[in-house]
């Protein structure tokens, strides 16, 4: 089975922080991928990579940042931490072939900044 | 903009009744259409899913139902149990995904 790993469960940060959110796919996936959830609004992109040193933004990039310097490894950075951006964040990964792809999701990050 | 609608929000059944979750996109370029069921403290755990050739696919309980002239299909839960509740989310792919603001379902004993 696809496993993919987000470093914490619970983060508690300051505003003005800066905080990096890493995740792990052990099944050799070109595709990674961020998503912030809140209720009433689904799962919203924030960036996405196809291969090693390769970024994308999503729908919602302001504010972050991401690093994928090697292939099963993902990393999500908000710059300068904010209270709106107190959410669940979660990493899925995909398969590289053409077309649509089912995605695999870690169980998520529930980030606060205080 | 929303690029894929779902509904209801939220939906409650009674056990052995039918679940129905609609979805409509915009985007004719997806040619990959998922749902996913999370529960509580868990990521979305892809359940069933659907390419646009095919109008219906069935696995056990869940059926994904596939109009691509309307570009809306919809998840029939049947035989629902308490152990479906969950929130769902439709979603449509190309090379990204895009989903839609979830249903929680919750199936009464």
């Known amino acids: 089975d696809v496993k993919v790993t987000q470093s914490s469960r619970y983060l508690v940060k300051r505003t003005g922080e800066k905080v990096f959110l890493e995740c792990v796919q052990d099944?050799?996936?070109?595709?990674m991928f961020w998503y912030r959830q809140d209720p009433g609004l689904g799962l919203r992109l924030i960036y996405f990579?196809?291969?090693?040193?390769?970024?994308e933004k999503g729908d919602i990039p302001e504010g972050y940042s991401v690093s994928r310097e090697k292939k099963e490894r993902f990393s999500l950075i908000l710059e300068s931490a904010s209270t709106n951006q107190t959410s669940m964040y979660l990493c899925?990964?995909?398969?590289?072939?053409?077309?649509?792809?089912?995605?695999?999701f870690g169980d998520g990050t529930r980030l606060s900044i205080l | 903009q929303q690029q894929v609608k779902q509904s209801p929000q939220s939906l409650i059944v009674q056990k052995g009744g039918i679940s129905i979750i609609n979805c409509a996109y915009e985007?004719?370029?997806?040619?990959?259409f998922p749902w996913y069921q999370q529960f509580p403290g868990k990521g979305p755990a892809l359940l069933i899913a659907?390419?646009?050739?095919?109008s219906e696919k069935k696995e056990g309980r869940f059926t994904i139902s596939f109009n691509k002239s309307a570009k809306q299909f919809s998840l029939h839960i049947m035989d629902s149990q308490p152990g479906d509740s969950a929130t769902y989310f439709c979603?449509?792919?190309?090379?990204?995904?895009?989903f839609g603001a979830g249903t929680r379902l919750t199936v009464k004993p």
């Open positions: 899925a990964s995909s398969p590289g072939t053409g077309g649509g792809q089912p995605q695999h």
């Open positions: 099944m050799d996936h070109e595709n």
């Open positions: 990579s196809y291969d090693v040193k390769m970024k």
């Open positions: 985007n004719t370029a997806f040619d990959y």
């Open positions: 659907i390419r646009p050739d095919v």
């Open positions: 979603a449509a792919s190309w090379r990204d995904m895009r």
